[in-house]
């Protein structure tokens, strides 16, 4: 049975920084959303147009586990690994 040290070395590093890429690429979906918000909302000429112009915007629908999985494999085979990670203690 594998140490946690040895988990750690064999996965960590890498899972560590494909969890922030993901958490990247939902932030920026948030801030890509409050920024078409915003320009909506300036363009709108009264507030009839207000909730149509912010009714179109798309939803920001909660992520399943699933959708988490996916992006985590899809990340993760896009993510080179470490070349010390394959190395004997």
Do not use: C, H
């Amino acid at each position: 049975m594998a140490t946690r040290e040895q988990v750690y070395r064999r996965f960590g590093p890498q899972l560590l920084e494909v969890i922030v890429m993901i958490l990247k690429d939902e932030i920026n979906l948030t801030r890509e959303w409050t920024r078409d918000f915003k320009t909506e909302a300036a363009a709108s000429t009264n507030l009839a147009n207000l909730q149509s112009r912010v009714a179109a915007l798309p939803t920001l629908t909660e992520r399943t586990n699933e959708q988490l999985l996916d992006a985590l494999e899809t990340k993760w085979g896009e993510t080179p690994r470490y070349n010390w990670m394959d190395e004997g203690p």
